[in-house]
């Protein structure tokens, strides 16, 4: 990995208006600044575009017909510059050093070419815990992939190389698409890497994403 990364982070948005300045300057806000900031628009039929453009001209907006969330993501790689690609969910927010602490945690392994974290719940306004069964780890995880999904995509990191390798999500699945990616990538590292230490899926422990379930009150900010 280079002394300066670069990471593109790309936003798929559809009719979140209300969430989306929120989502946008916990990325403007962060400790280690992307190289670009993409927000693809699945065609809202809200005034998302237009808050968008008024309040974070800097970012790349693009506009398509609604197709879905693989889609707009896969779009958002497409016009990605960086060697390293963010995503972030439009009801989501990161703390402001959520890409710092990736970088930092993928210094200690070079060869690892995906990090995610953990995150903060919250419902209607409180903070909940997740079950243990939806706990996070690192290493080779495939097995504990296969009961449910283990990685959000608004905590990954990834090195663009594994887009070019496992292609990126699937626009013909209507739901799962993210965790069809995860088990194809960890099948594959899985495979490829046991027991070799650096090649697995690495691991950043602290909480740095804020994730609302329910779409219910505002929480508080991430600091």
């Known amino acids: 990995m280079s002394s300066m990364p670069s990471v593109s ?3 798929p948005t559809f009719n979140r208006a209300h969430l989306i300045n929120r989502a946008l300057q916990s990325v403007v806000s962060q400790t280690y600044t992307p190289l670009d900031l993409i927000v693809v628009d ?3 039929t809200d005034d998302t575009c237009e808050r968008v453009r ?4 800097e970012v790349t907006l693009l506009s398509q017909s609604n197709q879905g969330v693989s889609a707009a993501r896969n779009r958002g790689l497409s016009v990605a510059q960086g060697d390293w690609i963010a ?21 200690k392994e070079p ?12 419902r209607n306004g409180v903070r ?7 706990l996070k780890s690192g290493g080779n995880i495939f097995e504990q992939c296969l009961p449910r999904c283990v990685i959000s995509p608004s905590s990954v990191l990834l090195h663009r190389s594994v887009f070019e390798e496992f292609g990126g999500f699937d626009e013909e699945l209507p739901a799962c698409e993210d965790y069809d990616l995860w088990l194809r990538l960890c099948a594959k590292l899985g ?12 691991w950043a422990r602290r909480p740095v994403v804020e994730k609302i379930l329910g779409h219910g009150p505002i929480p508080y900010c991430l600091t």
């Open 9 to 11: 982070v790309v936003v």
């Open 87 to 107: 995503f972030l969910d439009s009801d989501d927010t990161w703390c402001e050093s959520k890409i710092e602490q990736q970088l930092q945690a993928l210094t």
């Open 128 to 134: 909940v815990n997740p079950m243990n069964k939806h």
């Open 111 to 122: 060869q690892s070419l995906i990090c995610h974290t953990d995150e903060i719940w919250i």
């Open 54 to 57: 008024t309040d974070y001209p």
């Open 191 to 202: 495979h490829l890497f046991a027991g070799k230490a650096g090649c697995e899926v690495r």
């Open 42 to 44: 699945d065609g809202s």
